[in-house]
C-alpha cells in the first residue's frame, strides 16, 4: 500500500535536547494515524517538521511525495493543519478568516464551502464575532473549518478535540473516520489515548523523542489489550511485542 | 510585595533574554553605554553646526518618547504577547487569580518598569556621558545634572502614558477629556505664562536652573501624573462581543490591483479595529514629529526653513519606517506558518502595506512644507523623505524580519540598525545642506534597500520558525 508519509531517521535538535530522536515511519493512505506520547515527547515538533514550519536537524521525510524542509509550501497547498495552540487572526471575523484562507488557497465557492462549516460544527452565530473574542472552543472549531475548507488529501492534527464539548467530539470523531473511509488520511497527535482508540486505525508512541512502537490498533484489541495499558507499560517498563 | 516585584524582575528580563539570549540582551546596555561615551566626544564637533540647546532639547524630548513607549509596551504587553507567541500570561495580569490587589500589582508593575528600564536606557547613557566628561574637561556637574534631568524626563513620559491608559481603560471618554486636559495645561503653560518648551518640559527646567523650586515642579508633575494614573487604574475592562459586517471581502476586491490584496485588506482591517492605527499615529508618529517640527522651529534663527525641512524630511522618513512595526504587531507568526505561504510572502504583504501608509508622511511633510512657506523645496523633501523611509524599512525587513519590535532589542541587531542608518542619513543631510537638490541623490538608496530586501526574504525564509 502506498504511503503518505514516509520518514528516515528524522531527527530534531534544540541545542543539547533531541526532540525528535532518529524516528523512521511510514502512514499508509487511508489510514486514521495516531502519533500518541506525553506531554513534551516531541509529537509538535514531528508534525512542524512533516508541514515544514521547522527544518530537520538530520533525517528525511516525504508527505505525499513532496520533501517538506525543501518545499514546505509545496506541502502546506495540499495538506491542512490544525496546530496544537488555536491562533486565527485576533481582528478578523470567522467569515472574513475562512475567505482569506480560502483564497490563499485559491478555493473557489469560499462562501459557501465556509457555511458549510458553520452549519455543521454549529457556529453560525459566531462567524461575524472577531477570533479574539471567540471561546476556546469556538476558535478549534474555526481552524477546523480552515483545515478541511479545501478538503485535503491528508491533514495532520495536533490534539484535536482538547476543547471541544463531548457532543461536539463525537461529532468531530465521526467525521474523521468517514473522512478517512472515503479515502483520505489523517495524521493526528494526541495524549489523550481513548481518543485514539476510539478512531484511530494505526498509531505509534513516541517517548522523550524515540519512537517506542508502530502497529494497529486492531493488533491490540484482536488481543484484548487496551490502548492505555500498553502505552503505560511501554512508557513505564520500555519497548515489549505485541 | 518583595517578592512580587522581583518576580516581575525576573519575568521582564526572561521576557527579553528568551528572545534573543542573555548575552545578546545584557549586552544592551553596554552598547547604550559605549554609544553615549563615544558620542560625547562629538559634542564639540555637534556644536559648531548646531546649537547646543538644540541637543539639549533633543535628548530630553527622546527620553520622554522612550518613557511613552516603555509604558505603552508595558500597558499592552499581554495584548502583544499573546498575539507574538500565541498565549502568554504576565504577573501584572494575574490579579484574579492571586490574592493580591490589583492596585498593588499595578504599583508593582510600575516601580518594575521604572527601575528596570532606568538600568537598561537611562543609566548606561549618563554613564557613558559620565565616564567621558574627565577627557572631555567638563567635570562632574553636567553629566550628573543630565543623570537628573533625563530621569525626571523618561519618568513623565512614563507616567503621562499610564495617565492616558488608565483614562482609556476606564472609558474612551474620559481618556479624551484626559488628553484635551493636557494638552490645555501645556498650552496654559507655553502661552499664558510664556514658559516656552521649559514649560512644557520642566526636567529641562531643572537643567538650565536647578532650584528646589523646579525641581519641585519636574517632580510635582511626574507624582500628580501617577497619583491620577493610579485613581483612574482599573483592570475591568469592559469587553463585550460586537458583531462585525465582512469588510474584508469588499476591502480586498478595491485593491485588486495589488498581488498580496488579500493579506494587505487583512493589515488594513487589523489597523482600523484594532485602534492600533490610530494611536500608533497619533504617539508614534505624529506626536514625536510635531514635537521635533517645534523644537526645530525654535532653531528658526540658527538654520535656515529650507534646512530645517531637509532636516525634519530626514527625521519623517526613519520615524515612517516605523510603520513596518505597525504592521507587525497584531498576530503570531505561528498563524501564517501552517498555510501555504512563505515568510516572505507575508513580509511583501507587508510592504505593500506599509508603501499605503507612507501617504500619512508625505501628507504631513505637505503640511509641514505648506506651513513654513517652503512649498517648492517639497519635492525634494519627499524624495528624501521615502528614499530614507524605504531604505531603513529594508534594514529592518533584513534584520528583523516580522519580529522588529521585539528583535530591536538585541544589541548585535540594534548596533547594526544603527550603523546601516546613521552613515546614509548623514551624509544625505550634509548633501541636502550644501544644495537642496542634492537631497534627491536619497534615491540612490532604494538599490542597497532593494538587495537588502531581497536577501532579507532568502533570510527569513530559510530560517526555522522559532516562535515569535
Known amino acids: 500500500m502506498q504511503s503518505a508519509i514516509t520518514t528516515n531517521t528524522l531527527t530534531k535538535c534544540f541545542g543539547d535536547l533531541k526532540a525528535v530522536d532518529s524516528v523512521t515511519l511510514s502512514v499508509k493512505k487511508g489510514s486514521l494515524f495516531g502519533l500518541l506520547g506525553q506531554n513534551g515527547s516531541g509529537k509538535t515538533t514531528m508534525i ?24 514546505p509550501v509545496a506541502v502546506r497547498q495540499v495538506v491542512g493543519i490544525i496546530p496544537e495552540q488555536e491562533t486565527p487572526p485576533s481582528f478578523l471575523t470567522s467569515e472574513e478568516y475562512l475567505s482569506l484562507v480560502g483564497k490563499i488557497r485559491n478555493l473557489e465557492d469560499i462562501e459557501e464551502k465556509s457555511q458549510w462549516w458553520f452549519d455543521y460544527l454549529d457556529f453560525g452565530d459566531k462567524k461575524d464575532v472577531l477570533c479574539k473574542d471567540l471561546s476556546r472552543g469556538t476558535r478549534q472549531k474555526l481552524m477546523f473549518a480552515q483545515a478541511f475548507l479545501h478538503k485535503p488529501e491528508l491533514a495532520l492534527i495536533d490534539e484535536p478535540l482538547i476543547n471541544l464539548d463531548p457532543v461536539m467530539q463525537r461529532k468531530v470523531k465521526r467525521f474523521l473516520t468517514d473522512y478517512v473511509k472515503s479515502g483520505n488520511t489523517i495524521f493526528l497527535s494526541t495524549h489523550i489515548l481513548e481518543i485514539a482508540e476510539d478512531i484511530c486505525t494505526d498509531f505509534a508512541i513516541l517517548h522523550k523523542g524515540k519512537l517506542l512502537h508502530t502497529g494497529t490498533v486492531k493488533e491490540l484489541t484482536d488481543k484484548n489489550i487496551h490502548l492505555d495499558d500498553f502505552f503505560m507499560d511501554l512508557v513505564e517498563r520500555g519497548p515489549m511485542d505485541v | 510585595m518583595f517578592e512580587l516585584l522581583t518576580s516581575m524582575f525576573k519575568e521582564e528580563w526572561r521576557m527579553h533574554s528568551t528572545m534573543f539570549g542573555n548575552l545578546n540582551f545584557a549586552l544592551f546596555p553596554v552598547l547604550i553605554f559605549g554609544i553615549a561615551f563615544m558620542g560625547a566626544f562629538l559634542i564639540p564637533l555637534i556644536r559648531t553646526i548646531m546649537d547646543l540647546s538644540l541637543l539639549v532639547l533633543l535628548v530630553h524630548a527622546g527620553f520622554v518618547l522612550m518613557g511613552i513607549m516603555v509604558g505603552s509596551f508595558g500597558l499592552m504587553g499581554k495584548e502583544i504577547m499573546n498575539r507574538r507567541f500565541g498565549q502568554a500570561s504576565l504577573l501584572a495580569y494575574s490579579a484574579r487569580s492571586l490574592p493580591v490587589s490589583e492596585k498593588k500589582l499595578f504599583l508593582n508593575f510600575v516601580i518594575k518598569d521604572i527601575v528596570y528600564y532606568f538600568f537598561l536606557w537611562v543609566m548606561p547613557f549618563c554613564g557613558g556621558l559620565i565616564l567621558a566628561s574627565p577627557f572631555l574637561g567638563m567635570g562632574l556637574y553636567y553629566p550628573l545634572l543630565v543623570l537628573l534631568t533625563l530621569t525626571l524626563s ?23 477629556i484626559v488628553i484635551v486636559i493636557m494638552a490645555a495645561l501645556a498650552a496654559l503653560f507655553i502661552f499664558g505664562f510664556n514658559g516656552g518648551i521649559t514649560a512644557l518640559l520642566p526636567p529641562l527646567a531643572v537643567f538650565y536652573s536647578l532650584s528646589a523650586e523646579t525641581l519641585a515642579v519636574s517632580v510635582g508633575l511626574i507624582l500628580a501624573l501617577f497619583a491620577l494614573s493610579m485613581i483612574f487604574f482599573t483592570s475591568e475592562y469592559q469587553s463585550s462581543e460586537k458583531h462585525y459586517k465582512n469588510r474584508h471581502t469588499p476591502l480586498s476586491r478595491r485593491l485588486a490591483r495589488l498581488p498580496a490584496h488579500d493579506l494587505v485588506a487583512k493589515d488594513f482591517i487589523d489597523l482600523y479595529r484594532s485602534g492600533i492605527g490610530i494611536g500608533q499615529m497619533i504617539f508614534s508618529f505624529l506626536l514625536p514629529l510635531v514635537l521635533i517640527w517645534v523644537m526645530l522651529s525654535l532653531m528658526g534663527g540658527f538654520l535656515s526653513e529650507v534646512k530645517l525641512l531637509m532636516i525634519f524630511a530626514v527625521v519623517t522618513g526613519v520615524i ?39 501617504i500619512i508622511p508625505i501628507l504631513f511633510l505637505t503640511g509641514i512644507a505648506l ?90 525564509d530559510a530560517a526555522d520558525f522559532a516562535g515569535f
Open chain 2, 371 to 460: 506651513f513654513s512657506g517652503t512649498l517648492v523645496y517639497l519635492p525634494h523633501a519627499l524624495v528624501l523623505s521615502l528614499s530614507v523611509s524605504f531604505y531603513a524599512l529594508a534594514v529592518a525587513v533584513r534584520l528583523c524580519g516580522l519580529s522588529p519590535s521585539s528583535l530591536i532589542y538585541s544589541a548585535k541587531v540594534f548596533l547594526t540598525y544603527l550603523l546601516m542608518i546613521g552613515p546614509p542619513t548623514i551624509i544625505l543631510i550634509i548633501l541636502a545642506f550644501i544644495n537642496p537638490v542634492l537631497a534627491c541623490a536619497g534615491i540612490l538608496l532604494l538599490f542597497p534597500a532593494q538587495y537588502l530586501l531581497e536577501s532579507g526574504y532568502a533570510k527569513w
Open chain 1, 48 to 71: 512542524k517538521m512533516l508541514t515544514g514550519q521547522m527544518k530537520p536537524s538530520s533525517g528525511t521525510a516525504q508527505v505525499l511525495g513532496t520533501d517538506p524542509s525543501t518545499e
Open chain 2, 154 to 176: 523618561f519618568l513623565t513620559g512614563l507616567c503621562a502614558v499610564f495617565l492616558l491608559s488608565s483614562g482609556y481603560s476606564r472609558s474612551k471618554k474620559a481618556f479624551a
Open chain 2, 320 to 358: 515612517a519606517s516605523t510603520m513596518y512595526t505597525w504592521l507587525t504587531e497584531f498576530d503570531a507568526i505561528a498563524s501564517y506558518m501552517f498555510l501555504p505561504l512563505q515568510m516572505s510572502s507575508v513580509m511583501k504583504a507587508k510592504i505593500e502595506s506599509f508603501a499605503i501608509l507612507q
